[in-house]
């Protein structure tokens, strides 16, 4: 074998192993001599960065025949300890370092002895200041685990660090409790690889690392969830047999997920735990649940199990005797505060749904506010602004034709189909409406075309009602950084007057009580004889800021239903509404 590419050839464990050419010419000892051909040998540091008070485990490989097992050194510097040293063959060594907690920062040469030769690695590894840790430390294949992260030097921010643990185990919920503390749930896959692997804490930018933080472990949880479909709307029993579960009665939990984060269409009846791998229970999806595969978390304590794509929601069957129907016939109008231009918008809306089930929710009211008539008070919003912050999803709509028709003795109003793609839902509006299409004072009927496998045509007579008159602020002109001094009475007028007893006048001065600092009303349902006052004592609780007064009639209509439909109590009102501007000082 004459062949300089092969000249260096060295039998380790019995195995005849070839050198890569141009590697360098061979001690009689097997090595091969890097100061030959210094630019064709490579020796690498893995990870070459750590954090101050932290262990870890790092590996140097060469490109050639390098260390020998006897008499092998390595040198960090001052505040790194070299622990424990392997040499695993002659290209590789393993060593498990300790960067002191008052390490200087920045990077530094590492020194290698092996063979009688000495090997320097410039700016070889690096400290820097941040670091973390977290526990538990392991997973099982298909286990859900809740893990706390503990950092030093770290900076976290809520919103914006974010750890990363790779392909195979998934975030599904992190939380930042300080900056140097968070905790994350975990969900570790069934079929993803077994073994060590870094861990990366992102904050903006700036990325930390644990080399080898989180070890997937060969044995895994597994867990089988019947039935394998489910209609919109159905209540359904269902079983669960798992495989290395510890399921407890009354401190296990079933979570329905829908794209990784917890499903809002499910509502679960029943939930009984057999043993430690078996439970069973009712679910109800909702009529309007999101087709598609869900998968299920179970959890117990601090453990838990995913059954990814566990059933498979499917449409459930139309049914007209339960849809429902919402209308509005409005104007809003909005005086400009630098012209005193008065803007308005009429919006007309009709949509059928189905109502929820099993029902989301359920909002709140205003509170307390002011109460017929003539008795003016200083109310406080309720806590969370009335509620509405329930995560529900969008009912299912029903179509009913290209357009469906508001009539009256006065005018027709047609509202066209509207086609949201991305909830799927259908309404109808009017488009480019104005006040001439408002006919004040008439009861509209309503009529939808009708369509195949939606709503049939039909004619609902006397249903959306309008407020008796078109009125219009008189005084004052509230525009134009208009100011008021709170210690002094408000009065304000409008006409006509006299809607009375079909129609309700209410007005309001918003803004922040001087008692709590919390938001809060000037408020009062007023006779309705065209002049009202606010009193110097009440506009005094309310903090000197600009405000925006409001002035509004309403009027209510009857409870009514579709033919057929189930639901006969579908409320109906319209309004008139008007926003201004003022300043109190």
């Known amino acids: 074998m004459n062949d300089p590419r092969f000249r260096c050839s060295c039998v380790l464990g019995g195995a005849l192993l070839l050198a890569a050419p141009l590697l360098g010419a061979c001690h009689p000892d097997g090595q091969g001599d890097p100061d030959d051909t210094p630019s064709s040998n490579i020796l690498t540091l893995d990870p070459a960065v750590g954090g101050l008070d932290t262990t870890l485990g790092v590996r140097f490989a060469a490109s050639w025949s390098a260390f020998d097992f006897e008499g092998s050194q390595i040198d960090f510097g001052e505040g790194i300890t070299v622990d424990e040293l392997l040499v695993l063959d002659a290209w590789n060594i393993d060593a498990d370092i ?7 920062l920045g990077a530094r040469d590492v020194v290698v002895e092996s063979g009688g030769y000495t090997r320097t690695l410039e700016d070889g590894f690096t400290v820097i200041q941040e670091s973390f840790s977290i526990s538990p430390d392991v997973g099982m294949l298909g286990e859900t685990v809740e893990v706390e992260f503990t950092g030093r030097n770290t900076a976290w921010e809520g919103g914006v660090t974010w750890p990363s643990f790779g392909d195979g185990v998934n975030i599904m919920d992190f939380t930042v409790i300080t900056d140097q503390l968070a905790l994350a749930t975990l969900s570790v896959a069934g079929d993803t690889y077994a073994g060590p692997r870094d861990v990366l804490m992102e904050t903006g930018a700036e990325v930390v690392v644990l080399y080898d933080g989180f070890q997937v472990d060969r044995a895994g949880l597994a867990a089988s969830w019947d039935p394998m479909v489910i209609e919109q709307g159905e209540t359904v029993a269902f079983e669960v047999e798992a495989r290395g579960t510890n399921f407890v009665d009354g401190d296990t939990e079933l979570i329905v997920m829908d794209g990784g984060e917890e499903s809002n269409d499910y ?29 299920v978390l179970i959890s117990t304590s601090a453990e838990g199990v995913v059954i990814p794509d566990a059933f498979e929601v499917v449409d459930g069957p139309l049914d007209l005797s339960e849809v429902a129907v919402s209308i509005a016939f409005n104007i809003t109008r909005g005086i400009d505060n630098s012209s005193c231009q008065v803007a308005e918008s009429v919006y007309a809306l009709v949509w059928f749904y189905i109502p929820l089930d099993p029902p989301c929710g359920g909002g709140g009211g205003m509170g307390s506010g002011p109460q017929p008539y003539d008795v003016n008070g200083v109310f406080p919003y309720p806590e969370g602004g009335g509620g509405g912050g329930d995560d529900c999803p969008t009912p299912q709509s029903v179509p009913a034709g290209d357009y469906v028709w508001l009539e009256s003795d006065f005018n027709t109003v047609t509202l066209d189909r509207v086609e949201d793609t991305t909830s799927g839902m259908v309404y109808y509006y009017g488009f480019d409406l104005t006040a001439a299409d408002y006919g004040a004072g008439y009861w509209y009927d309503l009529h939808p075309q009708g369509e195949e496998g939606g709503l049939p045509e039909y004619l609902v007579e006397d249903v959306q009602p309008t407020v008796p008159s078109d009125w219009q602020l008189t005084s004052p002109q509230l525009c ?76 209510e209509g009857p409870d009514f239903g579709l033919p057929d439909s189930i639901y006969q109590s579908n409320p109906t009102e319209s309004f008139i509404y008007l926003s201004a501007y003022m300043v109190l000082e």
């Open 98 to 104: 300790t960067i002191a907690a008052d390490a200087a």
């Open 267 to 295: 509502a679960i009846d029943r939930l009984e735990v057999e043993d430690a791998t078996h439970l069973y229970g009712e679910i109800t999806m909702s009529n309007a649940a999101r087709t598609g595969f869900r998968d």
């Open 480 to 555: 134009q950084d208009y100011t008021h001094n709170r210690a002094e009475d408000f009065t304000y007028t409008w006409t006509p007057a006299q809607t009375y007893p079909d129609a309700i006048f209410a007005t309001g001065i918003p803004g922040t009580l001087e008692a709590t600092g919390t938001g809060g009303f000037a408020g009062c349902i007023p006779w309705d004889d065209g002049e009202h006052t606010y009193l110097g004592s009440e506009l005094s609780q309310l903090v000197a800021n600009p405000a925006e007064p409001y002035f509004y009639s309403y009027i």
